[in-house]
């Protein structure tokens, strides 16, 4: 009967440390994370207030510029950028660490084995001092993680995982923006270097009517001269844009992850300068907290350093350890296993911090200094954002304006030119009023189609700050390299080099 009594007796004196144990390993230091709340205007600057304000429409903005070529040229460029590539090799990076650091809340184990031959120094005529050991075991660790240190690091990692995939969706908006903002660009230039060659040709025939009047004897040299400098003048332009035009082709090329003159041939011949659909609903200033991907990603780091924070502070606490080993040890192998060859031990492992000279303490205001500066980081980026958007918003509405006047003015322009052109055959005006004419109508044409361009490009800056980026499909887990014979194998002569 006594017997019986100590079997539950010495199982409780070993599960009740264990319990023990477990329940204090569910205690954590440090500050709990907690979404930041940030005061927001009610409504954007120049918007009257209203209820329920229609939300921005995001989903591929871009295909509200109209143009085919501009989406495909988007989608090569969400598959070929090299930014892209990268950011998504930095998602697969933070998930590789945080297995890493997962993997500390569960028990290692390590196993071992060895065969050795000896050879005693003592001798006998009974024995031969020459022998075989076979040794084989295994050895167990597992951190109790009484304070959370682990489990700290681990939700760190967590968060360094989500600022990682913010990361490649901001890299995503600006790399959508780019290629919308220079493909307009392209455009553009070609727009105007057609402009300047129908403007010059203009001015040349305008040179050759006064050539023509001059040996009538109804002009000078003079008027000759001039009227061919000011159409020199105008294809002289011609140079410089064509030099701009090539630049946007080259930095689009690349944008897709090609060489700069990859895209030269294609986009030779032109197209009109995409027009985007207006207006469009720009929601509410907090929907930025939701859609702006750099924001978000502020908010992530911002938490990574607030668990940082509890990893420091669980330093400054004891800390426990279960470790053990079981191994057996023979002269014969097949005595391996037997009760006699076999020992074991297990017990835990207790470690305090005493004196450190105020390190581990350091370690922590390190962290909490680390903390704020991305708390400040995350509160600067919610008001970069709405400075975007409110920049944007007076640029696409004031240019709205500037392109209507711009419009009107070149076309008083063009039915001025016309005048004087008709007026200058008859003789009836002169030759400097026509000049005027002409080159104020080149000027209003310009400055029109530099407005549309624009006009374009503010409604991209619009859409980028409002947090419109790529929504598709993205796979960050196939690597950029796909190494093979990594196994065990001979080394080869280039192993070093």
């Given at each position: 009967?006594?017997?019986?009594?100590?079997?539950?007796?010495?199982?409780?004196?070993?599960?009740?440390?264990?319990?023990t144990?477990?329940?204090?390993?569910?205690c954590?230091?440090?500050?709990?994370?907690?979404?930041?709340?940030?005061?927001?205007?009610?409504?954007?600057?120049?918007?009257?207030?209203?209820?329920?304000?229609?939300?921005?429409?995001?989903?591929q903005?871009?295909?509200?510029?109209?143009?085919?070529?501009?989406?495909?040229?988007?989608?090569?460029?969400?598959?070929?950028?090299?930014?892209?590539?990268?950011?998504?090799?930095?998602?697969?990076?933070?998930?590789?660490?945080?297995?890493?650091?997962?993997?500390?809340?569960?028990?290692?184990?390590?196993?071992?084995?060895?065969?050795?031959?000896?050879?005693?120094?003592?001798?006998?005529?009974?024995?031969?001092?020459?022998?075989?050991e076979?040794?084989?075991?295994?050895?167990?660790?597992?951190?109790?993680?009484?304070?959370?240190?682990?489990?700290?690091?681990?939700?760190?990692?967590?968060?360094?995982?989500?600022?990682?995939?913010?990361e490649?969706?901001?890299?995503?908006?600006?790399?959508?923006?780019?290629?919308?903002?220079?493909?307009?660009?392209?455009?553009?230039?070609?727009?105007?270097i057609?402009?300047?060659?129908?403007?010059?040709?203009?001015?040349?025939?305008?040179?050759?009517?006064?050539?023509?009047?001059?040996?009538?004897?109804?002009?000078?040299?003079?008027?000759?001269?001039?009227?061919?400098?000011?159409?020199?003048?105008t294809?002289?332009?011609?140079?410089t844009?064509?030099?701009?035009?090539?630049?946007?082709?080259?930095?689009?090329?690349?944008?897709?992850?090609?060489?700069?003159?990859?895209?030269?041939?294609?986009?030779?011949?032109?197209?009109?300068?995409?027009?985007?659909?207006?207006?469009?609903?720009?929601?509410?200033?907090?929907?930025?907290?939701l859609?702006?991907?750099?924001?978000?990603?502020?908010?992530?780091?911002?938490?990574?350093?607030?668990?940082?924070?509890?990893?420091?502070?669980?330093?400054?606490?004891?800390?426990?350890?279960?470790?053990?080993?079981?191994?057996?040890?023979?002269?014969?192998?097949?005595?391996?296993?037997?009760?006699?060859?076999?020992?074991?031990?297990?017990?835990?492992?207790?470690?305090?911090?005493?004196?450190?000279?105020?390190?581990?303490?350091?370690?922590?205001?390190?962290?909490?200094?680390?903390?704020?500066?991305?708390?400040?980081?995350?509160?600067?980026?919610?008001?970069?954002?709405?400075?975007?958007?409110?920049?944007?918003?007076?640029?696409?509405a004031?240019?709205?304006?500037?392109?209507?006047?711009?419009?009107?003015?070149?076309?008083?322009?063009?039915?001025?030119?016309?005048?004087?052109?008709t007026?200058?055959?008859?003789?009836?005006?002169?030759l400097?009023?026509?000049?005027?004419?002409?080159?104020?109508?080149?000027?209003?044409?310009?400055?029109?189609?530099?407005?549309?361009?624009?006009?374009?490009?503010?409604?991209?800056?619009?859409?980028?700050?409002?947090?419109?980026?790529?929504?598709?499909?993205?796979?960050?887990?196939?690597?950029?390299?796909?190494?093979?014979?990594?196994?065990?194998r001979?080394?080869?002569?280039?192993?070093?080099?």
């Amino acid at each position: 009967m006594t017997g019986f009594e100590r079997g539950p007796v010495a199982a409780g004196r070993l599960i009740a440390p264990m319990i023990t144990a477990v329940l204090l390993a569910g205690c954590v230091v440090g500050p709990d994370y907690r979404t930041p709340i940030l005061p927001m205007p009610a409504n954007w600057s120049g918007e009257r207030p209203t209820k329920s304000a229609q939300p921005a429409q995001l989903s591929q903005w871009w295909q509200r510029l109209r143009d085919p070529q501009l989406n495909t040229l988007v989608e090569e460029a969400v598959a070929g950028n090299l930014d892209v590539a990268t950011a998504k090799a930095k998602i697969r990076e933070a998930r590789a660490s945080y297995r890493q650091s997962a993997g500390t809340l569960l028990p290692s184990m390590d196993g071992s084995g060895s065969v050795t031959r000896n050879k005693s120094s003592e001798t006998t005529s009974e024995s031969n001092n020459i022998y075989s050991e076979y040794q084989t075991g295994f050895d167990a660790s597992w951190e109790l993680d009484l304070f959370g240190a682990n489990r700290r690091s681990v939700a760190a990692a967590r968060y360094g995982v989500d600022a990682a995939q913010e990361e490649l969706r901001s890299t995503l908006l600006t790399l959508v923006g780019d290629v919308a903002s220079y493909y307009t660009q392209v455009r553009g230039y070609q727009a105007r270097i057609a402009l300047a060659r129908r403007s010059a040709v203009s001015q040349r025939q305008t040179a050759e009517l006064t050539r023509t009047m001059a040996l009538a004897g109804s002009a000078t040299a003079a008027d000759v001269a001039k009227a061919m400098g000011q159409a020199a003048s105008t294809e002289a332009a011609v140079p410089t844009l064509e030099a701009s035009y090539a630049e946007a082709v080259h930095r689009l090329s690349v944008l897709t992850g090609r060489p700069p003159a990859a895209l030269a041939e294609r986009l030779k011949r032109g197209r009109p300068i995409p027009s985007p659909r207006l207006p469009m609903p720009t929601g509410i200033p907090a929907d930025i907290l939701l859609s702006r991907p750099d924001v978000r990603m502020a908010e992530r780091q911002y938490g990574q350093y607030t668990a940082k924070v509890g990893q420091t502070e669980a330093a400054r606490y004891p800390s426990v350890s279960l470790t053990g080993n079981i191994s057996t040890a023979a002269l014969n192998l097949g005595d391996l296993g037997k009760n006699s060859s076999i020992g074991w031990s297990f017990g835990p492992t207790l470690s305090v911090p005493l004196f450190n000279a105020g390190q581990l303490q350091a370690a922590a205001d390190v962290a909490r200094a680390q903390r704020d500066q991305y708390f400040i980081a995350y509160r600067s980026s919610v008001l970069t954002a709405l400075e975007d958007v409110e920049n944007a918003l007076v640029l696409m509405a004031q240019e709205r304006i500037r392109i209507s006047r711009l419009a009107a003015s070149a076309k008083s322009y063009g039915e001025a030119a016309n005048l004087e052109g008709t007026l200058y055959k008859a003789g009836e005006t002169s030759l400097l009023d026509v000049l005027d004419a002409q080159r104020s109508l080149y000027s209003a044409e310009d400055s029109l189609l530099q407005s549309r361009v624009l006009l374009a490009t503010n409604y991209i800056a619009l859409n980028k700050a409002l947090g419109g980026g790529w929504d598709g499909a993205i796979d960050s887990t196939k690597p950029e390299i796909v190494d093979v014979k990594t196994g065990p194998r001979l080394a080869t002569k280039n192993v070093t080099q």
